[in-house]
């Protein structure tokens, strides 16, 4: 028996020494004829040390990565940090500094836990996206997105965050508040910057069937409505007073004999436009109002709806009917054109505000339920078209295609195309982000900052100078703001935004194949070596910000010539969230986990071992119901199996030799891990491992010994598949057995065809739903065969009391009698 004792607060310098002598997971360079494979984790914010839910996204991604260095792969598993954003900017003005000292100093933080943590990463790829060496390249791509006519500034209305001073993009704003404080959103005039991630609307969408089977069907179900394709028609209605017409976009043409009012968006232009003289005091008084709701607070079906009559009437472009002008708040100045033609009988929140204002209903669509004038509910569904002139007695679809037609023959209308998805809105008034590399010259108008001028670096504000003040920091900054222009050297202004950190983080994994590139973003092929990303691992709560934009970016990359794929991610993992008694874990609640805390107590690989054991990746697991001491009394087994067996023999023996019956434990579970490992059931997977420990132990101490051969195959597999999430452990473990680190480079196992046959079965036989007997038989035993012997079973036969009514065989492993 050996004499080691499992301590992995030992274990852990010593192999942190080990790998960051030997680099073992250092991606292959030109000449390696390795077949390639890259695992990207999504990377990490530099806010403080690492905490629980990096360790379990961090341990689920690294069991694949290792896994994947044991199959023989070149694999490329990089690290970096995606360091701009506000809380280092908040962060520096309670402490009357720089952004930079904040952020740097947590990103040395994390590095040193991520090595103590043991992930498998590349670290000659490491970035961070407040370099200047990397945010060039974020201005770099601004500018050539410009040329290409999809980065453009516009005024308008945007999502305000009061408390952090900026704008947010649609998807930054969750139930109406600022998804990272939590603030209430306004809405706000201003003039900002938008990348046109519109025009790839439709590739957006389709190009999702190829993603069918790689990624979380919830994930493209979120991406597949947030872009919200929808088909129908645009529908001119003549305004009295007004020479240009009025466009609305509906999904239901079919019902435009059923259009008994008009709505506009009250905070539209539109709606000051039509508004006849006499009504605009009310107007503005209404428009007031309406600007402290968000757009979630105008949408809800439960808010009572409100409105302004604007003194106009539209004309009806099918029947020639005057129907009034309304402003409302339920109608959104961003959705198809602003305005809409309201057909309460057919849709709620039209009847609500029907019914409200004592406006007509009448239905036009027969669909067998009671009038919605009677009701107040409205009836949206399929039906025979009445009240419709040509269109009666024709279906839902038929009245589309025909009153489509009749709009394009009088040229009113014509089939149309609409999206929930909008411009991507990427202009903040905060500092720490990448400027924006525009100059304003009053003569020449928006012009890039050349290329050879990059990076537009920071000026050196902190403190007290970036507290935020309705505009950019930037802007007190006279001497960096006020520049020569570089068309006509005259007199001009840079533009004082940064950009949205989700630029940022939208091409990093493109970087990471060549990270010291000077000659542009990324070499072109370094990034067809490596790309597309074979899996990529992290939260869901980026299924719509993060995912879209990285897809949107690879797009125009492909259409720039610089990517052969248009798709990043071939397969994406989503973890689950790390909670604690059944909540997310808080200061506020008192129920916060501190990993670092747990590491210290336990040990990196029982830490591991618990998140990867607790269940499938992407469950939430509860840390009260977990035991990382559990996991910790389990690696000390393992571990003492793999030092007796070393101790016992040295590598190289006769494996065939040993004993049979350990050694079709040892291949079954060499050929289950590795099925499950493939199919993400790590949990099952670790499973398995402890069943093959307990089997080398009973072999050990009741069996052959710890000299016999089988013994060392099964500590030498135990070694290896425990390097996917226990990696001291497992590292130490191969080394007492006698070989060279590193463990991740040991090989994968094979398992033996001929040890996997099975030559019985146990059989369960039930007598009226209890189990009675277990039989010995033979996998391709037949049902007839197995009725048999399970009726003359003399334990059995003491239950039946006469003959069945029913057997049911499920051979080889189920009888189930009736009596």
């Not at 950019?472 to 007199?491: F, H, Q």
């Not at 798709?567 to 790390?578: A, I, K, M, S």
């Amino acid at each position: 028996m050996s004499d080691e004792q499992y301590d992995p607060q030992t274990l852990q310098p010593k192999w942190q020494r080990r790998w960051e002598e030997l680099e073992p997971y250092q991606a292959g360079g030109d000449g390696d004829e390795r077949p390639r494979r890259y695992m990207c984790d999504m990377f990490p914010y530099p806010s403080g040390d690492l905490h629980m839910g990096h360790g379990e996204v961090f341990a689920i991604a690294d069991v694949v990565a290792r896994y994947w260095f044991q199959r023989g792969y070149d694999v490329l598993h990089p690290i970096g940090w995606d360091s701009f954003g506000l809380p280092a900017e908040n962060a520096a003005i309670r402490r009357d500094a720089h952004p930079a000292e904040w952020t740097y100093a947590n990103i040395e933080t994390q590095a040193t836990s991520f090595k103590r943590y043991g992930i498998s990463f590349d670290w000659s790829r490491r970035l961070h996206t407040s370099d200047p060496e990397y945010y060039r390249w974020n201005q770099w791509l601004f500018n050539r997105f410009f040329e290409r006519g999809l980065a453009y500034r516009k005024g308008g209305l945007v999502n305000w965050c009061p408390k952090d001073q900026t704008v947010l993009a649609n998807e930054q704003v969750v139930a109406g508040k600022c998804e990272r404080c939590g603030t209430e959103v306004v809405r706000r005039e201003l003039t900002q910057w938008y990348f046109k991630i519109t025009d790839y609307a439709d590739r957006l969408l389709d190009d999702m069937a190829g993603l069918e089977g790689g990624w979380p069907e919830r994930v493209l179900a979120m991406q597949r409505n947030w872009i919200g394709r929808s088909e129908g028609a645009d529908v001119r209605f003549t305004i009295e007073g007004r020479d240009e017409p009025v466009t609305v976009y509906t999904t239901r043409p079919d019902t435009l004999y059923g259009a008994t009012f008009f709505v506009v968006a009250a905070d539209a232009a539109l709606a000051e436009e039509i508004c006849a003289p006499e009504k605009l005091p009310e107007l503005e008084a209404y428009r007031a109002e309406v600007a402290k709701l968000t757009d979630i607070e105008r949408l809800s079906t439960d808010k009572d709806k409100t409105g302004v009559f604007l003194g106009r009437y539209a004309v009806n472009p099918v029947n020639g009917e005057r129907i009034p002008v309304w402003a409302a708040d339920y109608v959104l100045s961003d959705y198809g054109h602003g305005a809409i033609m309201a057909v309460p009988a057919h849709d709620q929140r039209d009847l609500d505000f029907a019914r409200r204002f004592g406006l007509p209903v009448q239905v036009v669509v027969h669909t067998g339920l009671p009038d919605p004038g009677e009701t107040g509910v409205a009836t949206p569904g399929e039906g025979t078209l009445v009240n419709s002139g040509p269109l009666d007695g024709l279906s839902k679809a038929e009245a589309i295609a025909r009153i489509t037609e009749v709009l394009q023959e009088r040229g009113t209308g014509a089939a149309a195309v609409n999206y929930r998805l909008r411009d991507w809105l990427l202009s903040r008034q905060r500092f720490w982000g990448t400027p924006i590399p525009i100059i304003h010259c009053p003569d020449c108008g928006e012009v890039p900052v050349p290329d050879d001028q990059l990076p537009v670096r920071l000026p050196d504000l902190r403190g007290e100078a970036l507290a935020p003040k309705g505009v950019s920091p930037l802007a007190s900054a006279t001497d960096w703001v006020n520049v020569a222009c570089p068309k006509c050297d005259g007199p001009a202004r840079r533009d004082t935004d940064t950009m949205d950190t989700f630029v940022d983080s939208s091409w990093y994994f493109l970087r990471y194949c060549s990270p010291g590139y000077e000659d542009g973003p990324f070499d072109v092929e370094q990034v067809r070596r490596w790309g597309p990303i074979d899996q990529y691992v992290g939260g869901v709560e980026h299924a719509v910000l993060h995912l879209l934009y990285s897809r949107f970016f690879t797009k125009v990359l492909h259409d720039m010539g610089m990517l052969d794929f248009t798709e990043p991610f071939l397969r994406l993992l989503n973890q689950g969230q790390v909670i604690n008694r059944g909540k997310a874990m808080s200061k506020s609640l008192g129920n916060g986990v501190d990993l670092g805390e747990q590491i210290d107590a336990f040990g990196v690989d029982a830490v591991r071992l618990t998140m990867v054991f607790a269940g499938p990746p992407e469950d939430d697991i509860d840390w009260a119901d977990l035991s990382p001491a559990a996991s910790q009394r389990f690696l000390a087994r393992a571990f003492r199996v793999m030092a007796e067996a070393g101790a016992a023999s040295a590598p190289g023996v006769d494996f065939t030799t040993g004993d049979v019956a350990l050694r079709k434990v040892t291949h079954h579970t060499i050929d289950e891990v590795t099925r499950l490992v493939d199919s993400y059931r790590f949990n099952v997977a670790v499973a398995r491992m402890m069943e093959l420990t307990s089997a080398a132990r009973k072999a050990i101490d009741s069996g052959p010994g710890a000299a016999d051969p089988a013994v060392r195959e099964a500590a030498e597999t135990l070694a290896i598949m425990l390097s996917l999430v226990t990696p001291y452990v497992a590292e130490e473990g191969w080394e007492l057995l006698g070989h060279g680190p590193t463990v991740s480079h040991g090989g994968w196992p094979v398992a033996d065809p001929a040890l996997l046959v099975q030559e019985t079965v146990v059989c369960v036989v039930q007598v009226a739903g209890k189990v009675r007997d277990r039989l010995e038989v033979s996998p391709s035993i037949s049902d007839a065969e197995l009725e048999e012997l399970a009726l003359a079973s003399e334990k059995v036969r003491a239950f039946l009391g006469g003959t069945p009514r029913k057997v049911i065989v499920r051979a080889p492993k189920l009888v189930n009698i009736v009596p």
